[in-house]
């Protein structure tokens, strides 16, 4: 059999085997590329729904449980859980981190990022705040505690501390800058971390939590029609978790210029938005309270430490000696109370420091792990 029967070498035969070669190759790269578009949707859509869950479960709180350190322990995890999900996506998108406008908005977030370092060093401050002002009510119960009688002595001792306890907690009212001098933070990280860099390393006394929230949400604006994709979508929904996280630890715990200004704009369709909107509606609501205006923090056992000094206060002022049985036990009742805040205190505070402290650090590992790989897109 001849060989020509096998193989056709006329030139019009050669462009129709190489155009089908040619067009098999380009159906290949493009399903490989859209089989990668496809993944990015499919994880964005999926944090999405987790982010979802998780705010879902935290606006399901009650209202004693709202604010309460119980409950900012459920947010931060919820919020340390969204981070890794979301340092994954990044992660695994590593080849589109270098195009535009995703660049733009991925650059965004960690710069963001990077203001809510502050954030939580101020946060660690003020749950240092709060531990003083537990030493106060412990100088209370040490005083009125176990005694077989209360004389005056143990009357006086408890006083001074509840002046004490007072005057701390109306210097944070008036000013928010009891523990601004303290120049805390969460430790200097190496400068092998190449791309990390903070606004500061402590809070300085002109820092301002409302202006850094406000930084924070600054022209955060869901991306426009014709950039969104899975990518933009999942920076934009880390970034107002990122935002609200931020704003509710402001909210509730003493901190140097609080403010609960920061604008929440986000349209609805987002499955998220209406937990978050919920949650956000709760918090300011409960700020407008008349008995929770102007208070240094929200937080349900700061209100509990006002609740019992000022209960305590009444009682020690209209004590007169010696103390009929009945006032007696009205102050031993209130004793009891003090101590179940006391040991309530102890319990999450040290925890919630923390956990804190991992949002602080987790922020940075992403923020550095996330610019090098987008150095690698590059």
Known sequence: MP?????????????????????ILSRRRDQVHSTA??????????????????FHDLAAADSGSLLSIPWLRSLLDAFLCCQEEFKAIVFNN???????????????????????LDVCNAIRDGVEQIRQWKKQLEIVLCALDKQRSIGEGQFRRAKKALIDLAIGMLEDKQSNATFAQRNRSFGRQQRSLGHFRSLSWSVSRSWSAAKQLQAIGNNLLPPRPNEANGLTLAVFTMNFVLLFVMWALVAAIPCQDRGLQAQFNVPKQFLWAGSILSLHERIVEESKRRDRRNVCGLLREIEEIEKCTRHLNEL?????????????????QMVERVRNVCEGLK??????????????HRIVRSRTQGLDSVGRGD
Do not use: K, M, W
Request: charged residues 30%; aromatic residues 8%.
């Open 347 to 360: 319990r999450v505070l040290d925890p919630l420091e923390c956990q804190v402290r991992e949002v602080f």
């Open 316 to 332: 020690v002022d209209s004590a007169e000696f010696p103390l009929s049985e009945e006032r007696e036990r009205e102050v031993r």
């Open 3 to 23: 060989i020509t029967e096998f193989h056709d070498a006329s030139p019009s035969s050669q462009s129709s085997n190489s155009g089908s070669i040619f067009s």
């Open 37 to 54: 578009h496809g993944a990015a949707e499919t994880e964005a859509e999926v944090f999405q729904r987790h982010v979802a869950d998780r």
């Open 94 to 116: 590593t080849a589109s981190l270098s195009r535009p406008p995703i660049d733009r908005h991925v650059a965004d977030y960690f710069e963001r990022s990077v203001r809510a």
